[in-house]
């Protein structure tokens, strides 16, 4: 088997057209958001992407979410990193897991992977958490609220589940651990094999001797959510002068009582204010589109000048970065939080950039008028910003 870094290069980031005996189509049918399944070698002679080393490593990076659970006598230990070298257990001792959140942020084997779960959409894709552990590590039963496909990596897992259970919780414990959880279904993973969970259902993984498992997480914006993107979209569009009415005309008889007339001024203002489907559209990309909290983008130490990168992008090409997210819906497009005006060049070079995460110099070459009105300006600025890369071989 390949090395991860060989293995995204020889075409492994191809999104997968089935999940080992089921197809995606039953899969979305059946399971998707509904119920959880076990499926068998997904990933038949899969090799994980990332050595311990490497997590161990990343878990040492400022940069890097990473968290560190042990358990002992019952008791709940939670440490937050960075870590110092040699500060983490070593592979032999037990009830201890690493996770280290995002690798797929900072590892282009990793991203390569959860490159194969595009069969669904770029906005419901959350991160690829991945944990190592050492015998019984696991960080005890607990309920997600988001979808996530649990792909063995390295060793032996076992997991036990339940869709009817007791909210109680383990009390003082610096994670949410259910207190009296009883499991319904159970199965033991090898690598490539894969255990699919939507939100809502209760689990517990426990590994069997050391074992590497990749959470590959979907997730989906709640109202709450939703209603301060659109707040806050609308707060930057609102006129700052425009005033509600109050109505006064006599003397107020009881001065701490809200004149009728400023809730009806301001029912009228909060009427007009609706979304249309535009700013939903919008809201909805500018927020999915937002890299993950605490991403620094790195731009290149020695920018190249203008004419010089178009030079080379025309000759390479371009990527995106592990960290850039990029969205679009019709002629709206967002990058990294923010809406692109697509009118200048081409919406159908953007639609490519966005599904593919590259431009090869033939595209951007072949895109004569949008290539000669702003279009490399405009790619100049996102490589200043970190947020694109020449394509170097």
Not at 215 to 222: H, K, M, Q, T, V
Not at 278 to 306: C, K, M, N, Q, W
């Amino acid at each position: 088997m390949k090395s991860g870094a060989a293995a995204a290069r020889a075409g492994d980031s191809a999104p997968l057209r089935r999940l080992g005996p089921v197809s995606l189509r039953r899969f979305l049918e059946h399971y998707w958001q509904r119920k959880p399944v076990c499926l068998r070698q997904v990933l038949t002679d899969f090799t994980s992407p990332v050595t311990s080393a490497r997590l161990r490593e990343l878990a040492q990076d400022a940069n890097v979410e990473s968290r560190l659970v042990s358990a002992s006598s019952g008791r709940w230990r939670l440490r937050h990193g960075p870590f110092a070298q040699g500060s983490l257990p070593g592979a032999k001792r037990a009830h201890w897991t690493l996770l280290v959140q995002g690798v797929d942020l900072h590892d282009a084997a990793v991203a390569a992977l959860a490159r194969r779960f595009r069969f669904l959409p770029d906005a419901r894709f959350d991160d690829v958490m991945i944990s190592l552990a050492g015998d019984g590590g696991g960080v005890g039963p607990h309920v997600d609220q988001y979808d996530v496909f649990l792909l063995q990596a390295h060793g032996r897992r076992r997991w036990r589940i339940a869709t009817r259970y007791d909210p109680a919780l383990v009390e003082g414990a610096p994670l949410r651990v259910l207190s009296r959880f009883r499991g319904e279904q159970e199965w033991v993973l090898d690598p490539g094999d894969l255990l699919y969970l939507p939100p809502g259902v209760a689990h517990e993984g426990v590994a069997l001797g050391e074992c590497m498992t990749i959470s590959i997480g979907f997730r989906l914006p709640s109202t709450r959510e939703l209603f301060d993107a659109w707040s806050e979209r609308h707060a930057r569009s609102a006129s700052a002068t425009r005033r509600i009415a109050d109505g006064i005309r006599a003397p107020a008889q009881a001065p701490a009582r809200v004149p009728a007339a400023m809730i009806d001024s301001a029912l009228r203002e909060l009427r007009r204010a609706r979304p249309s489907r535009l700013d939903a559209r919008r809201t909805i990309l500018e927020h999915l589109s937002e890299p993950r909290a605490g991403t620094v983008f790195e731009p290149p130490r020695r920018a190249l000048d203008l004419a010089r990168f178009a030079r080379r992008a025309g000759v390479e090409g371009i990527a995106l970065d592990l960290r850039s997210r990029m969205l679009y819906e019709g002629n709206d497009f967002a990058f990294n939080g923010e809406l692109i005006d697509a009118h200048s060049f081409s919406a159908r070079l953007l639609r490519d950039l966005a599904n593919q995460r590259h431009l090869s110099g033939k595209a951007l070459c072949s895109a004569d008028a949008d290539w000669a009105s702003g279009f490399p300006a405009q790619l100049h600025e996102w490589y200043r910003f970190g947020w694109i890369h020449l394509a170097v071989k």
